[in-house]
């Protein structure tokens, strides 16, 4: 109920251009306090010594970077079992939340939508059902028939020509893999056939876009785990529950932030989980 209180108390706020944006804000911030980014570097381990953290290896690089404080937004499942010097298992971390998949979309002419839109399906519980399967009963997940339907359409010309739509279209997944409790996203065929029942499935709730299309993108859960490196595509975290992996890590100077750690997903979480982590940080170095 927080989101919708949230929303109905202090209004809906949307950046011009896109969340990108905010992205590119904080880039700027950070150049002008001095930091230095280095984007495209892959870190394959963070290195501890007498339970401490002494530095993170990069892909590529002869030597070690070496760091007083290490703070990883990697999903909390990754940085404990891969890149720690000796996996570990923390409690209440499963591989069994939700992806997405999404469609991006150019639309030609107006549709007349709110900016966020929900299409609901006639039996929540099926959908779900599919999303998570029963690997209990050896019953798979498999895409939903029927989902929930998530659609933005933001009404600001930054993101889309005049007489054009672009619109982010979001369904509930199953994460990518092969167990019981994933769907193999990589499937020759399975995306496209997917995408194609999503459109049919907001045609027959009554906003119909086949023939309006000038472009659609897909993403599924296989592509957001190649892209960010959440496990399965997971956009909640691997963490099941509310009990999230605490921001502090198993040795000194190494902190977890994001989506996967406390306090939760989404990007205010995320932010609140950067506050947090800034303030431990912040008396003991
Ligand atoms: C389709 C979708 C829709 C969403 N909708 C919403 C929404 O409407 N509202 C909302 O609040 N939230 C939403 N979220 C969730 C939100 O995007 C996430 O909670 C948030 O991005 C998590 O931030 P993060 O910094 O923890 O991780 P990420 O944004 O995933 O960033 C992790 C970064 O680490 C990099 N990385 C990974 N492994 C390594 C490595 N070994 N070395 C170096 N770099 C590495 C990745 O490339 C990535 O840049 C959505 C997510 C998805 C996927």
Redesign the pocket.
């Known amino acids: 109920m927080a989101v919708p209180y949230a929303e109905l108390t202090f209004g809906g706020w949307y950046l011009r251009g896109g ?1 990108g944006t905010l992205a590119d804000a904080l880039l700027t911030r950070c150049l002008d306090l001095g930091v230095v980014v280095q ?1 495209g ?4 381990r963070i290195d501890a010594a007498g339970g401490r953290v002494t530095g993170v290896r ?2 590529g690089a002869a030597a070690p970077a070496p760091a007083d404080v290490v703070v990883a ?3 909390a499942l ?1 940085v404990y079992r ?2 720690l010097p000796s996996p570990r298992r923390l409690a209440g971390l499963t591989d069994r939340s939700l ?2 998949f ?1 469609l991006l979309l150019g639309v030609a002419g107006d549709s007349g939508l709110a900016h966020h839109n929900v299409f609901f399906p006639g039996d929540h519980d099926a959908e779900f059902d599919a999303v998570f399967g029963d690997p209990g009963r050896g019953v798979r997940a498999r895409p939903a028939v029927d989902p929930t339907v ?1 659609v ?1 359409v933001a009404d600001d010309p930054m993101v889309r020509p005049d007489g054009h739509e672009a619109w ?1 279209v ?1 369904v509930n997944a199953a994460r990518h893999g092969t167990a019981t409790s994933a769907v193999d996203w990589r499937r020759p065929g399975l995306a496209e056939a997917y995408a194609d029942r999503i459109l049919d499935v907001l045609a027959e709730r009554g906003v119909d876009v086949r023939d309006r299309l000038l472009f659609r993108e897909i ?1 599924t859960p296989a592509d ?1 785990d190649a ?4 496990p399965g ?1 997971t ?3 691997t963490a099941g529950g509310l009990l999230r992996p605490a921001n502090r890590g198993p040795a000194h100077g190494l902190f977890l ?5 406390h306090p ?7 932010t609140l ?1 950067a506050q947090i982590v800034a303030e431990e940080i912040g008396p003991a170095w």
């Open positions: 969340l984007t570097t892959t870190v394959t990069l892909a937004n990697v999903d990754t891969d890149l992806a997405g999404v998530f933005t982010f979001l993403r957001l892209a960010t490196g959440a595509g956009i909640y975290g932030v994001g989506g996967s750690s939760g997903g989404g990007l205010p979480m995320v989980s």
